[in-house]
């Protein structure tokens, strides 16, 4: 029908539906007269004719044998020969009007030969029904008929769906594999019989109700029986079909995805950025309400448009029209869907998807030539229309080499690409790089040049919702309770979800029970340490096993420790003191334990350590909640330390080899008596004079206090060493601590000449910055003097020039 | 111009103002031709450096003064660069091994086998042998400690090594044998005030005794502290007064503040505030032990004869546990902890009793 070379095919298109409408229901009549003359391919016409011959003989043989048959009513046996009678009579003047109406032209009929039908309607219904009724005698008589119904409906099917763009009215559609289809568009008038036809139907049920209800029931006896014959095989089916569920109800499309809209939409709007590129085609944003309501995520998603100005296309595709980041890194924890997300958003973008997984030899060889023969561009095109789009699965687990390769890939192409435009670009597909770990090391070159894409963990809402919909496909009766228990037991993994419900479905009836009793499925949900700590302080009677379960899956005991440690005072009344005793004590234990464990790296006892914890939860649970401090303090404390310390060490690196010293002594009595020796009783001086450059060394004495109090007596050497930090001295957290040293505080005095001494190194460093005419102040002579003991300003003697060793010498003047 | 410390440090065995009869000793060990290992032990601010630097002198002449800094470079098994400084004369060299933590064990020996495997130049008139200068040996690990007794005994031809510790209770036994172990007690109170008047006289300054002697007592016995103090003195306030303002480290005012804290009140909230002083004293390097003897020596000054027993055989107690494990706070705070409760026990049966 669809290769009509006829001109008008308007008038086909609208009537050709009518016309497959004829063939199902005429016999022998082709009542429409007009229709007959308006098709002048003989093709079609002829097979039409055809078919309803044959059908009329068919339906001869068939009321034939149906005579011979058992007679289900006499009533519509009756009614059928009267049918019959009537038969005759209509098709006659069918034909006489087709005679009449042969030569006549086709333009000018199509008014008459509707007026004609309406004419001749009557007939027209009389046959239909009679036709419907011997449908149905054909349908109770012989299941064969059934079949042939069928192929009736796959007749219309690959009438009314083309692959090739056909020549009726259509509405072309693209299905899930990225291929188009054409289906044909239906008039209205098709649509207002076929109603008709429905409500004829009705009538006729009416009219003949009782051996309506005789064909229901025979109908339904059958299908009972068919179905029981199917329901054998079905679940024969079932099990002999091996593909798993997750497999089964894998998304095939966009709506069917679990993970979050945002998400996708990043991947997606990332695949198309490389239209421009791949399919030479503009890239433009569909929807740009839509993308700008993701604008929160990095700003990537700000209109792209290449009409409302470059600025904002900029950051996401660079000059070679090609996106800014040339990978895309999902990054999730196993069972969220990233696979299937990559290789679905890939092919919904038109992409044929090629997948490099962990199974695949990886070495840096044959990833180069997989990489080369999944990215370059034409002999893959000329194949298959669909270019790739390469997914590099399980990535994590790859070499750093090969990692490396695929960075230096994308980022060579980056210079390339400026030099020699549109030659040769080694990467011009989009590359998806699948991974659990997204800080695992050997990724650390990828994730700068990456998208990266973090697809987080399914909500147990969305995932009981889907197990749901699997639940009423593989017909299980389960409960949403059920089904959401196993959700959350899930924690986010679809896979692991589903199979359970897969392993579970054996058994008829699903409760919450089975879910929590069945051991597989577990995952070793690791509990954050925030939770561990509130299990910690918070009293269940309830399950007690649950306690310890909650500690080990926290794992890190020693922040754990930290976390009762810095929690514990709080936790309870205890004027006496004696819980905190106790629990200093088990902490003091477990100290103990973990140490000789690291010391002795064995780890015979390390059982032990969280029944410490164990016994600090006895003792320290109550029933109200209280706000636990995450554990900070230890790590905070250890940083200063290690700040001071550094401090101390370079201070003693300074030190000169004749003064005979250990860290320990240093730190202990020297620096500790340093500021007494250093502060003599002086007045401090104003900041405006010294401004001003007057009386400037009595100033520099009052700054300088922490380093050197007996300056004053090498007052030239001085102002020559003091006048390039000049600039400096007026920062106001100088002043302040100056204030600070002038009050001699004891408690707060080694703090303080470390505060100074910091300072010092940052006056000094910023020192050789200083412009040259400033510089040349610096003495040379004085350098040859090296001090003996220099506690504060030898810190950073070796960066630090002749001057501040100047200033040195007259410290210990 | 240095410290006094630094500056009235005696050159010469002969010199030395207390324990002249070991001094004598050492001198006679130096006329001998065999020169053992030495393992010089005692408290901080005895004197054992300087012994051994005299004794340096006795053994190489002035020469052994010419003191420079140089740093070492060493590359551990597992890569890993570490830089170690160390000061050296022409005859021996001095490190700190502890400086790199645990990797002390590769300075070892590295640096012993490198200078006991060069002879010296020109051994006319001279030793045999360098000497190489260890310092905080019982701070060693004991990996490090291993490796330093084979190699003591098998390059004794061409090096000495002298290791000053504090204690030798942590020096492993087989190291403590293969040396010859001398003492360095702590100098008495009087003996700090005879040494404090000889620097005043050399600087030209007169002090009382009344100040010296308090000076003393603050100083710990430690001479050092005590020298110090006695120019810190002098730097705030001079003429000296007997009645003078002692300048004393602000650590030890910080643990005696803390100890009083620990008196006033005995509640979980004041405990909070207890551990925040002694994480403080902690990040500022103060060493557990010393806070552990300082926190005991106020609390025992302030309580009954029945609470002192109690309270030292805990502070023992947890100072042990505090030596094994690794987290000296938390041993400081249960030490904090029970001592409150024995306190607050005190208190409530002695007002018990009142009524």
Redesign the interface.
């Known amino acids: 029908m669809s290769d009509f070379p006829d001109p008008d095919e308007e008038y086909e298109l609208m009537y050709s539906d009518e016309l497959e409408l004829m063939k199902e229901n005429e016999d022998k009549t082709d009542s429409n007269p007009v229709k007959q003359k308006s098709l002048p391919a003989k093709r079609s016409l002829d097979f039409s004719s055809h078919i309803s011959k044959n059908k009329d003989l068919q339906e001869k043989l068939e009321s034939n044998t149906k005579d011979n048959d058992i007679n289900l009513t006499p009533s519509l046996q009756n009614m059928e020969e009267v049918l019959a009678q009537t038969n005759v009579p209509s098709k006659r003047t069918a034909e006489d009007l087709f005679g009449d109406i042969d030569d006549i032209d086709f333009d000018n009929l199509e008014l008459p030969s509707k007026r004609q039908k309406t004419d001749e309607e009557n007939d027209f219904d009389l046959i239909n029904k009679i036709l419907e009724g011997r449908r149905l005698k054909q349908l109770l008589t012989e299941p064969a008929s059934g079949g042939n119904m069928k192929t009736k409906v796959n007749f219309d099917v690959k009438e009314n769906i083309s692959i090739n763009i056909p020549k009726w009215p259509f509405m072309p559609l693209t299905n899930s594999d990225g291929d188009r289809i054409y289906i044909r568009l239906e008039s209205e008038d098709y649509w207002n019989k076929s109603l008709e036809m429905d409500s004829e139907q009705l009538s006729l049920r009416s009219t003949y109700s009782s051996a309506w209800e005789e064909a229901q029931k025979i109908l339904e006896k059958k299908e009972q029986k068919s179905l029981k014959e199917d329901d054998t095989p079905m679940i024969d089916i079932g099990e002999h079909n091996t593909s798993l569920w997750v497999e089964k109800y894998r998304p095939s499309s966009y709506i069917d995805l679990l993970s979050e809209e945002p998400v996708n939409r990043a991947l997606l709007h990332w695949l198309h950025l490389w239209d421009k590129v791949v399919f030479k085609k503009e890239v433009k944003t569909k929807d740009p309400q839509q993308r700008t309501t993701f604008s929160k995520r990095a700003g990537q998603f700000q209109l792209t448009n290449k009409w409302k100005g470059k600025k904002e296309s900029e950051p996401e595709i660079d000059d070679d029209g090609r996106p800014h980041h040339k990978v895309a890194l999902l990054c999730g924890p196993p069972g969220v869907g990233k696979t299937t997300l990559a290789h679905l958003l890939a092919r919904l973008a038109g992409y044929r998807p090629v997948e490099l997984n962990a199974s695949d030899d990886r070495s840096t060889e044959a990833f180069r030539s997989a990489l080369v023969s999944a990215t370059s561009m034409r002999s893959v095109m000329d194949v298959d229309r669909r270019p790739n789009c390469l997914i590099l699965d399980e990535i994590d687990g790859a070499p750093t080499q090969t990692v490396e390769l695929l960075v230096k890939w994308c980022t060579t192409t980056v210079a390339e690409g400026a030099k020699k435009k549109s030659k040769t670009q080694p990467l011009r597909r989009p590359v998806i790089a699948i991974c659990n770990d997204l800080y695992a090391t050997s990724l650390r070159p990828l994730r700068p040049v990456a998208l990266t894409v973090t697809v987080g963990s399914v909500s147990a809402a969305r995932l009981a919702s889907r197990l749901a919909v699997v639940a009423s496909y593989e017909r299980l009766r389960v409960e949403t309770k059920v089904l959401s228990a196993l959700a959350t037991r899930a924690g986010g993994d679809i896979r692991t979800a589903l199979h359970v419900l897969n392993f579970l479905r054996a058994k008829t009836k699903l409760t919450i029970k089975d879910i929590e009793n069945v051991a597989i499925g577990t995952k070793d949900t690791s509990k954050s340490i925030m939770q561990a700590l509130q299990a910690v302080f918070t009293l269940d009677d309830s399950n007690t096993e649950a306690f310890h379960r909650i500690i080990q899956a926290a794992g890190e005991y020693d922040r754990l420790v930290d976390g009762i440690?810095e929690n514990y005072?709080?936790a309870r009344v205890?004027?006496?003191?004696?819980i905190?005793?106790e629990t200093?004590?088990w902490?003091?234990?477990?100290?103990?334990v973990?140490?000789?464990t690291?010391r002795c790296q064995n780890y015979s006892l390390y059982g032990t350590l969280p029944l410490c914890i164990a016994r600090c939860h006895r003792l320290l649970a109550t029933r109200t909640y209280h706000k636990l401090k995450f554990p900070m303090?230890?790590q905070e404390?250890y940083r200063?330390?290690v700040e001071?310390?550094s401090i101390?060490?370079s201070v003693w690196?300074g030190s000169?080899?004749?003064?005979?010293n250990?860290?320990?002594?240093l730190?202990?009595?020297?620096i500790?008596?340093l500021p007494?020796?250093?502060?003599?009783?002086l007045r401090s001086a104003n900041i405006q004079m010294y401004r001003k450059k007057v009386e400037l060394d009595s100033i520099l004495v009052s700054v300088w206090r922490g380093s050197g109090?007996h300056v004053v007596n090498n007052r030239n050497a001085l102002k020559l060493d003091v006048i390039p930090l000049l600039p400096y001295l007026l920062t106001p957290t100088l002043r302040s601590a100056n204030i600070q040293t002038a009050r001699v505080k004891?408690?707060?005095?080694?703090?303080n000449i470390k505060k100074m001494e910091e300072k010092l190194v940052n006056v000094t460093e910023k020192e050789s910055r200083l412009p040259n005419h400033l510089q040349r102040l610096k003495p040379k002579s004085i350098e040859k003097r090296i001090p003996?003991?220099s506690v504060a300003t030898r810190r950073h003697g070796k960066r630090r020039h002749g001057k501040r060793r100047h200033a040195n010498n007259s410290v210990?003047? | 111009?240095?410290?006094w410390?630094?500056k009235y440090?005696p050159k010469d065995l002969m010199k030395l103002d207390y324990h002249k009869d070991q001094a004598t000793r050492l001198k006679n060990l130096v006329q001998q031709s065999d020169f053992p290992h030495l393992l010089v032990y005692g408290p901080?601010?005895a004197g054992k450096?300087?012994r051994i630097?005299c004794l340096l002198r006795e053994l190489y002449g002035s020469g052994a003064e010419r003191?420079?800094?140089e740093t070492m470079h060493f590359t551990t098994p597992s890569n890993k660069k570490i830089e170690i400084?160390t000061?050296s004369s022409n005859y021996h060299i001095e490190v700190?091994p502890t400086?790199v933590g645990i990797h002390d064990r590769v300075v070892i020996m590295d640096l012993v086998k490198n200078v006991a495997q060069t002879h010296q130049i020109d051994s006319s008139g001279q030793r045999e042998f360098k000497v190489v200068i260890l310092?905080?040996v019982d701070d060693l690990t004991k990996d490090a400690q291993h490796a330093l007794r084979r190699t003591m005994e098998k390059y004794v031809a061409t090096c000495r090594l002298i290791l000053i510790a504090n204690s030798i209770s942590r020096v492993i036994p087989a190291i403590r044998s293969r040396c010859l172990t001398i003492r360095v007690p702590a100098p008495t109170e009087n003996e700090i005030v005879t040494v404090l008047h000889s620097v005043c006289k050399k600087e030209g300054l007169s002090l009382p005794t009344e100040l010296a002697m308090r000076i003393a007592k603050a100083a710990d016995r430690?001479l050092?502290?005590a020298l110090?103090?006695c120019?810190?003195c002098k730097?705030?306030k001079y003429p000296f007064t007997p009645d003078q303002k002692v300048?004393?480290?602000?650590?030890q005012?910080?643990i005696r503040e803390t100890a009083s804290m620990i008196l006033t009140e005995?509640?979980?909230?004041k405990?909070?505030e207890v551990r925040q002083k002694l994480?403080e004293l902690?990040?500022?390097?103060?060493?557990p032990d010393?806070i552990f003897s300082g926190l005991l020596c106020e609390l025992v000054r302030n309580c009954d004869i029945s609470m002192k027993c109690q309270i030292a055989s805990y502070a023992a107690e947890?100072e042990h546990?505090?030596r094994?494990?690794?987290?000296p706070?938390?041993?400081l705070?249960?030490f904090v902890?029970?001592s409150?409760?024995i306190y607050?026990?005190y208190v409530e049966e002695s007002l018990g009793d009142a009524f």
């Open positions: 440690f005072i709080t205890d004027t006496r003191l004696h905190a005793s200093m004590s902490l003091g234990y477990y100290d103990i973990q140490a000789w690291m303090q230890a404390m200063k330390k001071l310390d101390l060490v690196r000169g080899p004749h003064v005979v250990n860290r320990n002594a730190k202990l009595d020297v500790p008596l007494y020796l250093l502060t003599p009783t109090p004891p408690r707060k005095i080694d703090e003996q003991y210990y003047k | 111009m240095s410290l410390v630094d440090r901080s601010g450096k300087t630097m003191l420079r800094q400084m000061v700190n400086d310092n905080e430690n050092r502290r110090l103090m120019e810190a730097v705030q300048p004393e480290p602000d650590w005012q910080y005995q509640s979980p909230k405990l909070g994480y902690i990040i500022h390097g103060i060493p010393m947890y546990r505090m094994l494990g690794n987290k706070i938390f041993h705070e249960a902890a029970k409150m409760a607050k026990k």
